[in-house]
């Protein structure tokens, strides 16, 4: 990866997505307003920061990374399948749709998602010109998400998996994630045999790596150039919020992506 800093705000870009000059961004939680335990760059809006740090974090973030705040689509994260493909940007006045994948064709519009351990899932198509962004926690990532994204993508703009670059950002890694035997079940009554691969016993528990598992779902669909952050928000918490590491009181960092505008 990338490592970048303008104005206290220092973000991670991947190399694969650099050298196409596909805007983008995994945002550090440094530089912004938000005091313990949202320090400080939350862009969280609902889990108990003041609505004016999060706005003052929001403008500083947009601004570090040279896109608008008004440029701004994202929604409503919750741990499903369903995909939005938009040709503007969110209107404020409407509250974001549910969806864990965002996708764009307009230059114009920045996706936005939050995260604190979940994988973003940062996808560009240089041929059929979209960008796209899509959260996969546990149950994201058990129901396929990232391959359900490379199918929906193909449908509505005609990309082929073979022509996405595709980068996995920072999230729990495989070594950090304990999840319990009802995950594990889960996965191996969806995913049969081939979900054992990404578990690891821990005592009555399982360890759980979501890199592992993701990119299996990108390469079963078809993708082939997939760049793998390796940066581990529990074991980062300078950089990165974690979930699980902070027990739920933390904040959530961005991860941004847009098309360039020749692209248009
Ligand atoms: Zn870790």
């Known amino acids: 990866m990338n490592c970048h800093e303008r104005e206290g705000i220092r973000w991670y870009s991947f ?13 550090t939680r440094r530089g912004g307003v938000s005091p313990s ?13 003041k609505p004016a740090n ?35 940007p969110r209107d404020p006045q409407i509250p974001p749709q549910p969806g864990d994948g965002i996708f764009t064709q307009n230059p114009e519009v920045t996706l936005t998602m939050v ?3 979940c994988v973003p899932i940062l996808i560009h198509d240089p041929v059929q010109k979209v960008a796209g962004l899509v959260h996969a926690g546990w149950g994201g990532t058990l ?4 391959s359900v994204a490379v199918s929906r993508i193909a449908e509505q703009y005609g ?28 996965f191996l ?17 399982y360890l759980l790596d979501l890199w592992a598992a993701n990119e299996y779902c990108l390469r079963q669909a078809g993708v082939e150039q997939i760049e ?27 991860a941004v992506i847009a098309l360039k505008g020749d692209d248009a």
């Open 15 to 27: 190399e694969n997505l650099d050298r196409l000059g596909v805007p983008h961004a995994l945002v």
């Open 37 to 49: 335990p949202h320090a400080s760059l939350n862009l969280g809006s609902t889990n108990g920061d």
């Open 54 to 88: 999060v706005e003052e974090n929001r403008r500083r973030m947009y601004a570090a990374i040279g896109r608008e705040p008004g440029s701004k689509f994202n929604s409503w994260q919750v741990h499903g399948t369903t995909m939005l493909f938009t040709d503007a």
């Open 115 to 117: 995260f604190a351990d």
């Open 143 to 146: 129901h396929q998400v990232a």
């Open 159 to 186: 990309s082929h998996a073979r022509d996405l670059v595709v980068g996995l950002g920072p999230s729990i890694c495989g070594k950090c994630y304990e999840v319990g035997q009802e995950v594990y079940e889960s």
């Open 189 to 205: 009554r969806l995913w049969g045999d081939a979900g054992q691969a990404f578990f690891k016993p821990q005592g009555q528990r």
């Open 228 to 254: 793998q952050s390796g940066l581990c928000t529990a074991e980062n918490l300078d950089d990165w919020y974690s979930y699980r590491k902070e027990r739920g009181a933390t904040g959530r960092f961005a």
